[in-house]
């Protein structure tokens, strides 16, 4: 472990706040955090948290670089980005490592998020030659008109310990490129990975002449948090966490008349039917609810099958969740590591409590396994659609089993939630896999057929619908919301003909 501090430039007692490059502020009386090892409970560093005076510092400073940033070329801006995609190439196991240590995910997905962040820096870099308008033709003879985007200023990040690294990139590499200043809060339950991620953004910047593009600023969210989304000076807010906080977050910068880019919580299901490839369906469940140990906001939650193959899939699940290696995540035979804490454990035997007291069957697992850290037994359960508790998102390795008659129950079934992140159906069936993915089928942001819910690749726009906020980020054209669009109209006439044929001499 200190191996791996050590080469991400971590020290037993960090600092929480970083502007510039190399610049901590050396705040030691707002408090302390301890980074838990949720593997085994005990604390790998202590760092200290920001003051509301350290975070006027960064915003400032962030003000004064944007306007020398956003005048920098796009493609110069990519080429900062991809130097960033080296660095992090080059630090990718440590960095997977230390995600590993303070989250609890495996390995492999340690890993896995961080390559998540050097995909997302390569399509950042063919981002910044593409930042395209558009022209159209005007009513009036001799003018042009045109659409255009501009950097928008400061971009304020808020993550979720559960990705501490990879959502991060996901809006500050885009923003980046777009000409915008990331000042990026991360969760107090991760402080290391955003203090390792600052560290790894600084020596890029020093090397390259730059300073803060990329700010960090660790403290509390009734304080520090609380002051990022209330400033009018961060005309941006994306925030990733639960419905509950969305809902705040957005009504505080909605107020302001600021923009929100929300991924809430999710209530994800698979759509099982009787023409399912079953070789293809229980991998892609046992990944989905198991993985991360149920804490993704793609996990799979629900699985909504069809009568007839439900006793078939339950016994071929139950055989493969009794295969799954629970442990330490940074042995490479562990499948499954612990949740993040003891409120996380807390949370998931309340949950298991109300699936008995509403009438759900418990048919796997359902215990704590008593060793140090916060593991669990990933669980299966018998259960109705319309119990509270299915209905809510629990961050743990829970999987609900609801049969169906006809493929519109199902469909009924799978958007009769709050929330609506991410789902999948496996069919052979086309016409039931055109009607999943047609108007009247799922009404997530994402919709799969023959794959799980989990795991998103960063071409395509990241985010849902309902509960779940609205938000995109990530690939596609998601990168519109950290700019601000411009219509233009020249004209190279003499005259000044007006819209709509509107006739007003003087």
Not at 34 to 61: F, L, M, R
Not at 239 to 248: D, F, I
Not at 473 to 482: C, N, R, T
């Amino acid at each position: 472990m200190n191996d791996i501090l050590k080469k991400l430039g971590i020290e037993e007692v960090s600092y929480g706040a970083c502007v510039g490059a190399s610049k901590w502020l050396k705040t030691t009386d707002a408090g302390k955090l301890e980074s838990i090892n949720p593997t085994n409970g005990k604390k790998i560093a202590t760092v200290y948290q920001c003051s509301e005076d350290d975070y006027e510092k960064v915003i400032a400073e962030s003000q004064k670089t944007f306007k020398e940033w956003r005048m920098v070329p796009a493609p110069i801006r990519g080429e900062l980005v991809r130097k960033m995609a080296i660095a992090l190439r080059e630090n990718k196991d440590a960095l997977g490592s230390l995600v590993t240590l303070e989250m609890g995910k495996i390995k492999a997905e340690g890993d896995g998020e961080v390559q998540e962040m050097i995909d997302i820096a390569d399509f950042a870099v063919g981002l910044s030659r593409q930042l395209y308008g558009l022209t159209m033709h005007s009513e009036r003879p001799l003018h042009r008109m045109y659409e255009q985007y501009h950097p928008l200023g400061v971009v304020g990040v808020i993550s979720a310990f559960n990705f501490p690294v990879a959502v991060w990139a996901w809006n500050a590499f885009i923003a980046a490129v777009c000409g915008d200043i990331t000042v990026w809060k991360p969760s107090s339950k991760a402080p290391l990975c955003g203090i390792a991620i600052q560290n790894i953004c600084n020596k890029v910047l020093e090397e390259n002449g730059y300073k803060g593009i990329f700010s960090l600023i660790i403290g509390r969210g009734a304080t520090i948090g609380e002051r990022l989304i209330n400033d009018k000076r961060v005309p941006l807010i994306s925030a990733t966490g639960s419905t509950k906080m969305g809902k705040r977050i957005g009504g505080v910068v909605g107020q302001r008349l600021g923009k929100t880019i929300l991924e809430l919580g999710g209530n994800n299901a698979i759509i099982v039917d009787e023409t399912a490839n079953m070789d293809m369906v229980i991998p892609a469940i046992a990944f989905g609810a198991v993985g991360t140990a149920g804490q993704r906001c793609t996990s799979t939650r629900r699985i909504i099958v069809q009568k007839s193959i439900s006793d078939d899939l339950v016994s071929r699940l139950v055989n493969a969740y009794k295969q799954v290696k629970i442990g330490n995540p940074l042995d490479a035979k562990t499948l499954m590591g612990p949740l993040i804490d003891k409120d996380a454990v807390d949370d998931y035997l309340a949950a298991l409590e109300k699936v008995k007291k509403e009438g759900g069957e418990i048919l796997y697992g359902g215990n704590v396994i008593d060793q140090d850290g916060f593991y669990v037994e990933p669980t299966i359960v018998k259960a109705k659609n319309e119990f509270e508790i299915v209905q809510e998102e629990t961050f743990a390795p829970i999987l609900y089993i609801i049969e169906y008659d006809t493929v519109e129950d199902a469909i009924r079934i799978h958007n009769d939630v709050p929330q609506g992140l991410s789902s999948a159906m496996f069919t052979t069936n086309v016409l039931n896999s055109e009607t999943f993915l047609s108007h009247k089928g799922s009404d997530c942001g994402i919709a799969n057929i023959n794959i799980g819910t989990s795991g998103a690749e960063i071409g395509g726009a990241f985010g849902g619908e309902k509960d779940t906020g609205g938000g995109r980020e990530s690939g596609s054209d998601a990168w519109k919301v950290y700019m601000r669009r411009q219509t233009n109209t020249m004209n190279w006439s003499t005259e000044l003909p007006l819209a709509q044929g509107i006739k007003f001499e003087l």
